[in-house]
């Protein structure tokens, strides 16, 4: 509804909610990014997502395989509450899940002036959206934000005709997985049981193929600290708005979030002074002086991701190294593998041995060992190295381990 002479020349559509403008700031870095390709310690993988709004697309773009190799993903959005230059975040949870619904409720129509042969829908349809708000107030923590809205009702075309059947439809939100789920089973039971009081039938969609439900949107801690470190550099740590409160809406960069270390922020693009309208609002309009901000912050947490990846990849290779030498410069031969061992044994069935062989090393070089006639001439001084760092890998992952233990159907992919 915005004159202006780029307006949308499909009608019935319109980019509502910013994503052009997501879409001009990602290929906005990809040039920058570009400008500094040599210097790049790493891959930069671009995503270019469709189907958002509703369609789950993170979900098969994580489906297809294209981010198995990725190993952290970062997201934003504009915001046309924030002025531009102005970032918001948070560490931990920022979005809720969410779920959608559609319930038929069936009666039996007849004329309005004698109801008592009718089965009335319209009855029974309002007394499901009175219970359903009882989902929240009555059946919920009241420190564990919840929100469950029928935003549809259609039924009836006339004045003086009870309907057959009535429509409701809405959305349940939630910052659990496990709460978002037994939302889901009580909306249908209540919908089904309220319907049934009023001798009506009712069935219930949640639309599990093309709309499954959306996790929670959870930012990564470590990656929130580089964030933080960048947005400060690059627009001054006051205009980093980092107390953001989580918001009820969602998205599916949440699916993202579920294999790979992942984090969203919010992006300023208020327009003027006055009070801008909010997404979805078809007088949406964007301060298209934000999009340098938002490109040069895409470019820079890449950047500084690969750096403190590199950098700690190194590290963490560097100690695997000391004490591959340390273990080569002491060889014991078998049942005498005292110092090699380490005191806490991890709890999963990967082998490594280690003890050394009676033979006298000839090679001269800095980690030679230092007992006369033991050495390791058959590896397994790495084979300790490398379960050592298995061990450091699984420890990472260790609330996914747990996960496993818990379902064994849950798919675990360590090496995201």
């Given amino acids: 509804m915005v004159e202006w002479e780029h307006k949308s020349k499909v009608p019935g559509k319109m980019h509502g909610c910013g994503h052009d403008a997501h879409l001009t700031m990602l290929l906005g870095a990809a040039k920058i990014l570009k400008q500094y390709e040599k210097e790049i310690q790493g891959t930069v993988v671009l995503v270019f997502q469709p189907a958002e709004e509703g369609g789950a697309g993170a979900k098969k773009i994580i489906d297809s395989g294209a981010l198995d190799n990725v190993t952290a993903i970062f997201g934003l959005h504009v915001v046309p509450e924030l002025r531009v230059g102005e970032v918001a975040s948070r560490s931990g949870p920022v979005l809720a899940g969410s779920g959608i619904f559609e319930a038929k409720i069936s009666g039996k129509g007849g004329h309005?002036?004698?109801?008592?042969?009718s089965i009335d829908p319209l009855?029974?349809?309002s007394n499901v959206i009175i219970s359903l708000q009882?989902?929240?107030s009555r059946e919920a923590d009241p420190l564990e934000p919840q929100v469950v809205t029928v935003s549809k009702f259609q039924g009836g075309a006339a004045f003086n005709v009870i309907p057959d059947y009535v429509t409701i439809g809405g959305t349940f939100r939630a910052f659990s997985g496990e709460t978002l789920q037994h939302l889901k089973q009580r909306?249908?039971?209540?919908?089904?049981g309220?319907?049934?009081v009023q001798r009506c039938n009712a069935s219930v969609n949640f639309f599990d193929e093309e709309k499954p439900l959306y996790p929670?949107?959870?930012n990564h801690g470590e990656l929130h600290k580089l964030f933080l470190d960048v947005a400060g550099n690059l627009i001054g740590i006051n205009n980093v708005i980092i107390d953001e409160s989580p918001s009820m809406g969602s998205e599916d960069f949440a699916f993202y979030q579920e294999v790979i270390p992942g984090y969203y922020f919010m992006l300023g693009v208020k327009s003027s002074p006055e009070p801008n309208q909010s997404l979805h609002s078809p007088y949406l309009k964007i301060n298209e002086n934000g999009l340098p901000y938002g490109a040069s912050l895409h470019a820079s947490l890449a950047a500084n991701y690969l750096i403190k990846y590199q950098h700690d990849v190194a590290k963490v290779a560097g100690k695997y190294h000391d004490k591959l030498r340390k273990i080569h410069e002491n060889p014991e031969l078998g049942y005498e593998e005292f110092e090699t061992r380490t005191e806490n044994s991890p709890f999963v069935a990967i082998r490594a041995n280690m003890d050394a062989l009676p033979v006298q090393e000839m090679v001269e070089w800095e980690h030679k060992t230092k007992v006369p006639g033991k050495m390791h001439a058959c590896g397994h001084d790495s084979h300790v190295a490398m379960l050592l760092g298995a061990a450091k890998i699984l420890k990472q992952h260790e609330k996914q381990l747990q996960a496993v233990a818990a379902n064994p159907r849950y798919e675990l992919n360590i090496y995201h």
């Fill in 216 to 218: 929670p949107t959870v």
């Fill in 112 to 117: 309005a002036a004698i109801p008592q042969h």
């Fill in 194 to 196: 309220q319907a049934a």
């Fill in 134 to 136: 009882h989902l929240v």
């Fill in 123 to 125: 009855l029974a349809a």
């Fill in 187 to 192: 909306i249908e039971q209540v919908i089904i």
